[in-house]
């Protein structure tokens, strides 16, 4: 058994069938396995072989010299075998060998891959809480790929929009470096993540197993372990990759210190972590919420989550030590550690304080309770509080309120721009000033019991009441993360994003309708629009009765056409807000080679101009111009990569921006009934017995080269049907020493290519009996490949084919193909764009509103993968939509897509909007003709900015306070006053306007305030 084993071994890695030569792993392989095999007959045979080459003893390593001392006869071995094990004696005694004995072999590129999918899929199948994942580095990780040979930025465990794809082989990445995601001097024992790196850009996460897998296989560091928590109400799964740091102060010397633990870590671990590491009994340990270097409240050792406490990333806590069984005095401390004196003022105008209570001049409520310790528990108006249902109870807004900024959290400042735009809403504040409690729906399911609205509420009313003293959103992040857990972590987001699930919130916290009846709606069948409008909007009021919807909730006119039956579905859908694409004007040059795909003519390349944010419908639109396509074809666009065809772009809604300058696209000009017929794709590689090269490669290293082909079969029988496609497409590139005459016999084309010349690029006579004597036989040397594309087999005149919807053939270029055909015509595609060349920047030019709402209504057909059921077909169309605005809201929120996500591309539009600050005027765009809809002019009154690029930048807001009739910038926890003409920017990201009233004789009139149901 040991013989066999080693001589296998020996032979496999000979053979290169697992393990590159080349590589140190290989012999290091050997090395382990020799030494778990060696026993008697390992070192019988070592013993037993002669080493004629002679090595020194100073030379190799340790025993395995020994091994070869007192060799008295040579045993016969193949000469690899020899050079292998000579080798051995050179490299280090420790091999593959594990710490606890094991031994780890190395494994191909394609067992690591399979390996590593196996695991992740199986640990995709079996999410629980606390499971461990680890942080690797995405430069690390896509060298990986790039050595398992698969496409670059396509992650098993998650799908970041990351770049382009490369299956090119690459060497064997070096050990794991993570030491581009860490803290400059951070403890190498407890690494810190840097906080600006991201999911997908900077890291991937994997599951536990595979890390082990690739560590073992590639050592490295450092380890970043992290674990899987629950998020949420709905318990949504995701790793908490920067856990809840902490800066604990000790009150008895000021002394600060981190703590670092999850957040749903309980209050009685945090107390068990700070006293292990004071050194403190947990019965004399007292911990306070200390954010803002200010004593909030006591935190009671329990279950509560850190979360659940309202604690964030990087807060103060401060820790108090009780000594000879007394606490220390006062009720709190400065920023210094002094003690403050509590000196009641007049409270405020309100029948109830937000607290409940009067106000004392350092913000501490004179209303208390007692705590297990028996100590008073304070709350600051500085921070959020926790006081019931009293929230809800009517208020009245303090003169010049509003102007309060809000404090970040850690990137919250698109939360914080949210959130000032909806509290300068003026029906919204209006509203949660009044008492709103009787409207609360605790029994909704898809709410929060009316946490979320009393949260908000409780907000609003310290940014209209607290003057401007910046206000901490704290509990109001943690009840909106237990809504919508994406928010839960310290990421940056969406403004727009966060509002739209702000508002679906506060809908469900506050909707009026406390059982949902079940409602069947009914298609329109000829019906007015007006009579099908009302009907879907009474449907809607019945299962959505809210002051969200009465405010921001409109009404449009959707149209959808069957291109087959030309069936026409009408319906009126609601709408919380309008998404408006943002037209470009830029443009970008493409070139493209234009082949055809009947062999009728020579490619072409054209470079065209398209929009530079334009779709495939544009680039092929531009070249069907500059190629005078007919009717009766169409443009199939892919791109070549490796003398392959990589991908077909299809879709023709697929943004150009997927398309990278340095690569290189073909288009075939194909019939339009070729989606009937089967394709033939033809990839080219050079013939096994080609003598004129000076590489004369072998069979198994021949390479693919020149452009790929593309053509459709017409009912094919056998293998003579490919051949005879074949010779179609190529006869284009005949040389024009050869007779391009063509004849038909035994109902297949042959060529003949004899000429009645001589000289060079001809054939003799004796050639062209040649080729007469073998017309029964294929004119090329063809392979199909299978799906795959790893195995092939030779196609015969007479092999018959199972022809599928896409054929792949490979065709052998011989010296008679390079006799008979130029190939310099399929070579050296052009690049999309040629990098380098000086280009003429054109300024991008301004676009109105308008042109973006005319394009936000304008016909489109729908996307592949959002195919409508078509009634009447009974089957999914690629249906054309229009849509059309037909009711609108008092409040009207535009958001302006800047954003644009592909899978391989993320793009920020910092293109200047001109938008109107008041007078806006819709009426051209509303459908309905009922009178009572109100006036269809609106003001601005809100903006939410967004500054900088994608997956990070700032968010500021604008927001016009209406009684002062003057804007301010809110930037956080600063507020500072701006003028109308500076709020017009190219940062402008959302855009909230409210409807104006209109006079009896046309002229516009004042805001409408009121928040009424249509």
Same mark, same amino acid.
């Given at each position: 058994?040991?013989?066999?084993?080693?001589?296998?071994?020996?032979?496999?890695?000979?053979?290169?069938?697992?393990?590159?030569?080349?590589?140190?792993?290989?012999?290091?392989?050997?090395?382990?396995?020799?030494?778990?095999?060696?026993?008697?007959?390992?070192?019988?045979?070592?013993?037993?072989?002669?080493?004629?080459?002679?090595?020194?003893?100073?030379?190799?390593?340790?025993?395995?010299?020994?091994?070869?001392?007192?060799?008295?006869?040579?045993?016969?071995?193949?000469?690899?075998?020899?050079?292998?094990?000579?080798?051995?004696?050179?490299?280090?005694?420790?091999?593959?060998?594990?710490?606890?004995?094991?031994?780890?072999?190395?494994?191909?590129?394609?067992?690591?891959?399979?390996?590593?999918?196996?695991?992740?899929?199986?640990?995709?199948?079996?999410?629980?809480?606390?499971?461990?994942?680890?942080?690797?580095?995405?430069?690390?990780?896509?060298?990986?790929?790039?050595?398992?040979?698969?496409?670059?930025?396509?992650?098993?465990?998650?799908?970041?929009?990351?770049?382009?794809? *490369?299956?090119?082989?690459?060497?064997?990445?070096?050990?794991?470096?993570?030491?581009?995601?860490?803290?400059?001097?951070?403890?190498?024992?407890?690494?810190?993540?840097?906080?600006?790196?991201?999911?997908?850009?900077?890291?991937?996460?994997?599951?536990?197993?595979?890390?082990?897998?690739?560590?073992?296989?590639?050592?490295?560091?450092?380890?970043?372990?992290?674990?899987?928590?629950?998020?949420?109400?709905?318990?949504?799964?995701?790793?908490?990759?920067?856990?809840?740091?902490?800066?604990?102060?000790?009150?008895?010397?000021?002394?600060?210190?981190?703590?670092?633990?999850?957040?749903?870590?309980?209050?009685?671990?945090?107390?068990?972590?700070?006293?292990?590491?004071?050194?403190?009994?947990?019965?004399?340990?007292?911990?306070?919420?200390?954010?803002? =270097?200010?004593?909030?409240?006591?935190?009671?050792?329990?279950?509560?989550?850190?979360?659940?406490?309202?604690?964030?990333?990087?807060?103060?806590?401060?820790?108090?030590?009780?000594?000879?069984?007394?606490?220390?005095?006062?009720?709190?401390?400065?920023?210094?550690?002094?003690?403050?004196?509590?000196?009641?003022?007049?409270?405020?105008?309100?029948?109830?304080?937000?607290?409940?209570?009067?106000?004392?001049?350092?913000?501490?409520?004179?209303?208390?309770?007692?705590?297990?310790?028996?100590?008073?528990?304070?709350? #600051?108006?500085?921070?959020?509080?926790?006081?019931?249902?009293?929230?809800?109870?009517?208020?009245?807004?303090?003169?010049?309120?509003?102007?309060?900024?809000?404090?970040?959290?850690?990137?919250?400042?698109?939360?914080?721009?949210?959130?000032?735009?909806?509290?300068?809403?003026?029906?919204?504040?209006?509203?949660?000033?009044?008492?709103?409690?009787?409207?609360?729906?605790?029994?909704?399911?898809?709410?929060?019991?009316?946490?979320?609205?009393?949260?908000?509420?409780?907000?609003?009313?310290?940014?209209?009441?607290?003057?401007?003293?910046?206000?901490?959103?704290?509990?109001?992040?943690?009840?909106?993360?237990?809504?919508?857990?994406?928010?839960?972590?310290?990421?940056?987001? %969406?403004?727009?994003?966060?509002?739209?699930?702000?508002?679906?919130?506060?809908?469900?916290?506050?909707?009026?309708? =406390?059982?949902?009846?079940?409602?069947?709606? =009914?298609?329109?069948?000829?019906?007015?629009?007006? !009579?099908?409008? %009302?009907?879907?909007?009474?449907?809607?009021?019945?299962?959505?009765?809210?002051?969200?919807?009465?405010?921001?909730?409109?009404?449009?006119?959707?149209?959808?056409?069957?291109?087959?039956?030309?069936?026409?579905?009408?319906?009126?859908?609601?709408?919380?807000?309008?998404?408006?694409?943002?037209?470009?004007?830029?443009?970008?040059?493409?070139?493209?080679?234009?082949?055809?795909?009947?062999?009728?003519?020579?490619?072409?390349?054209?470079?065209?101009?398209?929009?530079?944010?334009?779709?495939?419908? %544009?680039?092929?639109?531009?070249?069907?111009?500059?190629?005078?396509?007919?009717?009766?074809?169409?443009?199939?666009?892919?791109?070549?990569?490796?003398?392959?065809?990589?991908?077909?772009?299809?879709?023709?809604?697929?943004?150009?921006?997927?398309?990278?300058? %340095?690569?290189?696209?073909?288009?075939?000009?194909?019939? @339009?009934?070729?989606? !009937?017929?089967?394709?033939?794709?033809?990839?080219?590689?050079?013939?096994?017995?080609?003598?004129?090269?000076?590489?004369?490669?072998?069979?198994?290293?021949?390479?693919?080269?020149?452009?790929?082909?593309?053509?459709?079969?017409?009912?094919?029988?056998?293998?003579?049907?490919?051949?005879?496609?074949?010779?179609?497409?190529?006869?284009?590139?005949?040389?024009?020493?050869?007779?391009?005459?063509?004849?038909?016999?035994?109902?297949?084309?042959?060529?003949?290519?004899?000429?009645?010349?001589?000289?060079?690029? *001809?054939?003799?006579?004796?050639?062209?009996?040649?080729?007469?004597? #073998?017309?029964?036989?294929?004119?090329?040397?063809?392979?199909?490949?299978?799906?795959?594309?790893?195995?092939?087999?030779?196609?015969?005149?007479?092999?018959?084919? =199972?022809?599928?919807?896409?054929?792949?053939?490979?065709?052998?270029?011989?010296?008679? !193909?390079?006799?008979?055909?130029?190939?310099?015509?399929?070579?050296?595609?052009?690049?999309?764009?040629?990098?380098?060349?000086?280009?003429?920047?054109?300024?991008?030019?301004?676009?109105?509103?308008?042109?973006?709402?005319?394009?936000?209504?304008?016909?489109?057909?729908?996307?592949?993968?959002?195919?409508?059921?078509?009634?009447?077909? @009974?089957?999914?169309?690629?249906?054309?939509?229009?849509?059309?605005?037909?009711?609108?809201?008092?409040?009207?929120?535009?958001?302006?897509?800047?954003?644009?996500?592909?899978?391989?591309?993320?793009?920020?539009?910092?293109?200047?909007?001109?938008?109107?600050?008041?007078?806006?005027?819709?009426?051209?765009?509303?459908?309905?003709?009922?009178?009572?809809?109100?006036?269809?002019?609106?003001?601005?009154?809100?903006?939410?900015?967004?500054?900088?690029?994608?997956?990070?930048?700032?968010?500021?807001?604008?927001?016009?306070?209406?009684?002062?009739?003057?804007?301010?910038?809110?930037?956080?926890?600063?507020?500072?006053?701006?003028?109308?003409?500076?709020?017009?920017?190219?940062?402008?990201?959302?855009?909230?306007?409210?409807?104006?009233?209109?006079?009896?004789?046309?002229?516009?009139?004042?805001?409408?305030?009121?928040?009424?149901?249509?």
């Amino acid at each position: 058994m040991y013989k066999k084993i080693t001589l296998c071994v020996i032979k496999i890695i000979h053979s290169k069938k697992y393990i590159r030569p080349t590589e140190i792993v290989a012999p290091a392989a050997v090395c382990a396995l020799l030494r778990w095999v060696g026993t008697v007959y390992v070192l019988d045979r070592l013993r037993s072989l002669k080493w004629k080459e002679g090595r020194s003893k100073n030379r190799g390593n340790g025993w395995w010299l020994q091994l070869f001392e007192g060799m008295d006869r040579y045993v016969a071995l193949r000469p690899g075998e020899r050079v292998l094990l000579s080798w051995i004696m050179t490299i280090p005694d420790s091999g593959y060998m594990m710490e606890n004995g094991s031994i780890e072999l190395p494994c191909t590129p394609e067992e690591e891959k399979r390996i590593v999918l196996e695991l992740s899929r199986r640990a995709e199948s079996n999410l629980r809480e606390g499971n461990v994942y680890y942080v690797v580095s995405t430069r690390w990780y896509m060298g990986w790929q790039k050595y398992t040979g698969q496409p670059v930025g396509v992650f098993t465990f998650n799908e970041p929009p990351t770049e382009a794809p *490369t299956s090119s082989a690459a060497d064997r990445p070096g050990p794991i470096d993570n030491s581009d995601l860490v803290l400059n001097g951070s403890d190498g024992a407890d690494p810190q993540l840097l906080r600006t790196v991201e999911e997908g850009r900077d890291y991937v996460l994997v599951p536990k197993d595979v890390w082990e897998r690739l560590y073992a296989w590639y050592k490295g560091g450092p380890v970043l372990a992290r674990k899987m928590i629950s998020a949420g109400d709905s318990k949504q799964f995701h790793v908490e990759v920067f856990p809840l740091c902490l800066t604990l102060v000790d009150a008895r010397d000021n002394s600060q210190s981190v703590v670092r633990l999850s957040k749903k870590a309980s209050l009685h671990e945090l107390y068990k972590t700070v006293c292990r590491l004071k050194g403190v009994e947990s019965e004399k340990a007292r911990i306070w919420d200390y954010f803002n =270097k200010q004593k909030q409240t006591v935190l009671v050792v329990s279950n509560q989550t850190l979360e659940e406490s309202s604690l964030q990333m990087d807060q103060h806590i401060l820790l108090e030590v009780q000594i000879d069984g007394f606490w220390p005095s006062g009720f709190g401390m400065d920023s210094t550690g002094n003690d403050l004196a509590l000196v009641p003022v007049e409270p405020l105008r309100s029948s109830v304080t937000i607290a409940g209570g009067p106000t004392l001049s350092n913000g501490y409520s004179s209303s208390y309770s007692s705590n297990i310790y028996g100590v008073i528990n304070l709350s #600051s108006t500085n921070g959020d509080m926790e006081d019931g249902y009293e929230s809800s109870r009517s208020m009245t807004r303090v003169d010049r309120g509003g102007l309060a900024g809000l404090q970040n959290l850690g990137n919250t400042c698109f939360m914080n721009s949210a959130i000032q735009c909806l509290v300068h809403t003026p029906p919204i504040f209006e509203y949660f000033l009044e008492d709103y409690s009787s409207e609360i729906n605790r029994q909704n399911p898809l709410g929060m019991h009316g946490e979320l609205a009393l949260a908000f509420g409780e907000l609003l009313r310290k940014l209209w009441s607290s003057g401007r003293t910046p206000v901490a959103p704290r509990a109001f992040k943690t009840k909106l993360a237990r809504f919508a857990p994406q928010f839960s972590g310290y990421n940056q987001h %969406d403004s727009q994003e966060l509002l739209a699930f702000l508002l679906d919130g506060l809908h469900e916290d506050l909707n009026r309708v =406390k059982q949902k009846p079940y409602i069947e709606t =009914k298609d329109s069948d000829g019906r007015p629009d007006e !009579e099908v409008a %009302d009907e879907y909007w009474r449907y809607h009021k019945a299962r959505n009765d809210s002051i969200i919807v009465d405010v921001f909730q409109g009404q449009y006119k959707s149209t959808l056409v069957c291109p087959v039956c030309n069936k026409i579905s009408i319906t009126f859908d609601p709408f919380m807000y309008l998404s408006l694409p943002l037209p470009s004007t830029a443009t970008r040059t493409m070139t493209v080679t234009v082949f055809y795909g009947d062999g009728s003519g020579l490619p072409m390349p054209y470079t065209v101009t398209v929009l530079k944010h334009g779709c495939c419908k %544009d680039l092929i639109q531009a070249l069907g111009a500059a190629c005078c396509l007919r009717t009766d074809e169409y443009l199939l666009l892919a791109e070549v990569y490796e003398h392959r065809i990589y991908r077909y772009l299809e879709n023709p809604s697929e943004v150009l921006g997927t398309i990278k300058d %340095d690569e290189h696209i073909v288009a075939f000009r194909l019939p @339009k009934n070729g989606a !009937e017929l089967t394709r033939l794709e033809i990839a080219h590689r050079i013939g096994e017995n080609l003598h004129f090269s000076s590489d004369n490669l072998r069979a198994s290293e021949r390479k693919l080269f020149l452009t790929p082909l593309i053509t459709f079969l017409e009912d094919p029988q056998s293998g003579a049907d490919i051949d005879l496609a074949v010779h179609r497409m190529l006869s284009p590139l005949r040389k024009k020493g050869y007779s391009s005459s063509i004849s038909i016999r035994n109902g297949r084309e042959s060529t003949n290519g004899c000429s009645t010349q001589l000289g060079p690029g *001809t054939q003799s006579a004796e050639n062209c009996e040649s080729e007469e004597m #073998s017309i029964n036989s294929l004119s090329f040397h063809l392979c199909i490949m299978e799906d795959s594309g790893l195995s092939r087999r030779r196609i015969s005149k007479e092999t018959v084919i =199972k022809f599928g919807r896409v054929v792949k053939v490979m065709l052998d270029w011989t010296e008679r !193909e390079f006799d008979l055909y130029d190939a310099s015509y399929l070579k050296d595609l052009p690049e999309v764009h040629k990098t380098g060349l000086t280009m003429k920047k054109t300024k991008q030019e301004a676009i109105s509103l308008f042109s973006c709402l005319d394009a936000f209504l304008k016909e489109e057909p729908l996307g592949p993968d959002d195919m409508w059921y078509c009634p009447r077909c @009974k089957e999914h169309r690629q249906a054309s939509k229009k849509l059309d605005l037909w009711r609108l809201p008092d409040i009207l929120v535009f958001h302006l897509k800047r954003f644009s996500y592909s899978r391989w591309l993320k793009n920020k539009l910092d293109t200047f909007v001109n938008f109107p600050t008041c007078n806006l005027d819709l009426s051209n765009y509303v459908k309905s003709n009922e009178a009572s809809e109100g006036s269809h002019v609106y003001e601005l009154y809100a903006i939410s900015n967004h500054y900088g690029g994608l997956g990070g930048g700032h968010y500021s807001a604008y927001c016009k306070l209406i009684d002062d009739n003057r804007w301010y910038h809110f930037d956080d926890a600063h507020v500072s006053p701006v003028s109308e003409d500076e709020i017009k920017t190219s940062a402008a990201y959302v855009l909230f306007y409210r409807r104006v009233r209109g006079k009896p004789n046309g002229a516009v009139g004042e805001p409408s305030h009121g928040y009424r149901a249509f």
